[in-house]
Nanobody, 121 residues
Framework: QVQLVESGGGLVQEGGSLRLSCAPS????????MAWYRQAPGKQRDLVAS???????DYSDSVKGRFTISLDNAKNTVYLQMNSLKPEDTAVYYC???????????????WGQGTLVTVSS
C-alpha cells in the first residue's frame, strides 16, 4: 500500500510563510491529481488546493493569491507554498492523491497522516 508522507508544518507568526511537501513512500507509475485539504478543530475537512498531473491548479477562495500548489513530476512530490498566513489558516493539513501503483491500471486514492500548521497572531 502506498503511503503519502507529508512534511513542513509548524508554528509561524501571522504574515509568515511555510512550505508543505508530500510524496508517496513507494513506487508509483502515474498521477491523476494531488491535493491539499485542511481541517481546523471542530470543523470539516475542506479542500485547499489541487493540481492535475498536467499542472493545472485550483484553489479555494480563502487561499487564492496567498497559496501556491505545484507538482514535481520527476519526484512525484506536491508542494504547497503558503504565504501571508493568517490565524484562520491554522489547521491540520492533509495530502490527498490519486495515483497508479502497479503499472497495470490499479489506481489508489490515499491520504497522508496530516501535518499541523499553527499561525499565531
Amino acid at each position: 500500500q502506498v503511503q503519502l508522507v507529508e512534511s513542513g508544518g509548524g508554528l509561524v507568526q501571522e504574515g509568515g510563510s511555510l512550505r508543505l511537501s508530500c510524496a508517496p513512500s513507494g513506487t508509483i507509475f502515474d498521477i491523476n491529481f494531488m491535493a491539499w485539504y485542511r481541517q481546523a478543530p471542530g470543523k470539516q475537512r475542506d479542500l485547499v488546493a489541487s493540481i492535475t498531473s498536467g499542472g493545472n491548479p485550483d484553489y479555494s477562495d480563502s487561499v487564492k493569491g496567498r497559496f501556491t500548489i505545484s507538482l514535481d513530476n520527476a519526484k512525484n512530490t506536491v508542494y504547497l507554498q503558503m504565504n501571508s498566513l493568517k490565524p484562520e489558516d491554522t489547521a491540520v493539513y492533509y495530502c490527498n492523491a490519486d495515483v497508479e501503483t502497479t503499472g497495470r491500471g490499479n489506481w489508489y486514492v490515499g491520504w497522508g497522516q496530516g501535518t499541523l500548521v499553527t499561525v499565531s497572531s
